[in-house]
């Protein structure tokens, strides 16, 4: 049962540009929504996170929207670039059932020059 | 930094080997956790344990099991290998993935069944 789901599968953005990475989400209990960053070879990173009680959070050039009502939250870098290529994946977890996550699926993001 | 290592970069098995797969974290951690990753489908739990000798079900456990004898020790056996399992497996470890860090992975091994 896919509980995240994420899209795209694969981004190509040039250089300076946004990136867009949505994720949707189905259990209602889900309090704690992170976002890893994979360069290859190496295992994933936390790159942000969010909790449901705030509507958008910013770390530099990355910022994560939260949509509680539509179950639907996203990540957007500002002035994308190359060595922001790497894949994203977006996750969920219930913080008072339990500290696993559930993944989606991934995103590729690909930065050209 | 927290630091999780797992022994093997790459491994190649047969078809009916029994395989083990090592991690270890250096942080005192309670929790720690077992992913494959594969293309298409993301990350997805085989196996956690909160604590020495707990272990609990993730969403595909089928064909495989855990040991947890010490805190910083999490092994993930392949009772007898399937070609199906040829994948990438993550470890991770945190004290709570609503802290500030999160969960820290490994850096995988990918495991090809032959």
């Known amino acids: 049962q896919q509980q995240v789901k994420q899209s795209p599968q694969s981004l190509i953005v040039q250089k300076g540009g946004i990136s867009i990475i949505n994720c949707a989400y189905e259990?209602?209990?889900?309090?704690?929504f992170p976002w890893y960053q994979q360069f290859p070879g190496k295992g994933p990173a936390l790159l942000i996170a969010i909790r449901p009680d705030v509507s958008e959070k910013k770390e530099g050039r990355f910022t994560i929207s939260f949509n509680k009502s539509a179950k639907q939250f996203s990540l957007h870098i500002m002035d994308s670039q190359p060595g922001d290529s790497a894949t994203y994946f977006c996750a969920a977890g219930n913080t008072g059932g339990g500290n696993k996550l559930t993944f989606g699926t991934g995103t590729q993001l690909k930065v050209e020059l | 930094d927290v630091k999780v290592t797992q022994s093997s970069r790459y491994l190649v098995k047969r078809t009916g080997e029994k395989v083990f797969l090592e991690c270890v974290q250096d942080?005192?951690?309670?929790?720690m956790f077992w992913y494959r990753q594969d293309p298409g489908l993301g990350l997805r739990l085989i196996y956690f344990?909160?604590?020495?000798?707990?272990?609990e079900k993730g969403d595909i456990p089928e064909g495989y099991s855990v040991s947890r004898e010490k805190k910083e020790r999490f092994s993930l056996i392949l009772e007898s290998a399937s070609t199906n399992q040829t994948s990438m497996y993550l470890c991770a470890s945190t004290t709570h993935p609503g802290t500030a860090y999160g969960y820290t992975f490994g850096s995988g091994t990918r495991l090809t069944v032959v």
């Open positions: 344990s909160y604590d020495v000798k707990m272990k």
């Open positions: 259990n209602t209990a889900f309090d704690y």
């Open positions: 942080m005192d951690h309670e929790n």
